[in-house]
T-cell receptor, first 115, second 113 residues
């Protein structure tokens, strides 16, 4: 079974802090994704990565950056956390083979509260 | 461009009743369609997916969905609701050329005993 893990389930940070959210997958997937989930808005894509050191902006990248130094690890960085970044953050991965799109596998999520 | 609309952010059914969660999509290319379920404080889990072939797709936990191209719909059904079905359900669309999934805003299902 594919396993996607996220470093924290719950996190409380203060405004202005630098925040790191870590995601690790164990299936050698090329593609990894970071979403945020807010009530009534569903899942919105922040960034995705299709290979090591490669990244693409999603729909709402402002205020975020990412890092992918190793294939299995994809980090989301909030350079200076703000209260409007309080949300549930979900990481996902899938393999990058061309053709029929493969399933995205999700981690359990990190619920971030910024005070 | 691709997008997904889920009609009804909250649906309540009685235990044993039919579950129907609606999903309509827009896509300029042949779509690939997915339903995910999210239990409280958990990530998303794949219920079922349509890529090609048979338009009626069966998934886990007794759920199924039918791809109707003429109606641009992919509604999720289950003949008899169980208390354990209470969760949030997300419909998503992708294409064979894109890396991205586009998710609907979700439908919260409540099952009344």
């Amino acid at each position: 079974d594919v396993k996607v893990t996220q470093s924290s389930r719950y996190l409380v940070k203060r405004t202005g802090e630098k925040v790191f959210l870590e995601c690790v997958q164990d299936m050698d997937h090329e593609n990894m994704f970071w979403y945020r989930q807010d009530p009534g808005l569903g899942l919105r894509l922040i960034y995705f990565s299709y290979d090591v050191k490669m990244k693409e902006k999603g729909d709402i990248p402002e205020g975020y950056s990412v890092s992918r130094e190793k294939k299995e690890r994809f980090s989301l960085i909030l350079e200076s956390a703000s209260t409007n970044q309080t949300s549930m953050y979900l990481c996902a991965s899938r393999d990058g083979l061309a053709g029929v799109p493969k399933t995205q596998y999700f981690g359990p999520g990190t619920r971030l509260l910024v005070l | 461009a691709q997008s997904v609309t889920q009609l009804g952010s909250h649906v309540s059914v009685s235990e044993g009743a039919l579950v129907l969660l609606r999903c309509n999509y827009s896509s300029s290319v042949p779509p690939y369609l997915f339903w995910y379920v999210q239990y409280p404080n958990q990530g998303l889990q794949l219920l079922l997916k349509y890529t090609t072939g048979a338009t009626l797709v069966k998934g886990i936990n007794g759920f199924e969905a039918e791809f109707k191209k003429s109606e641009t719909s992919f509604h999720l059904t289950k003949p008899s609701a169980h208390m354990s079905d209470a969760a949030e359900y997300f419909c998503a669309v992708s294409s064979n050329t894109g890396n991205q999934f586009y998710f609907g805003t979700g439908t919260s299902l409540t099952v009344i005993p």
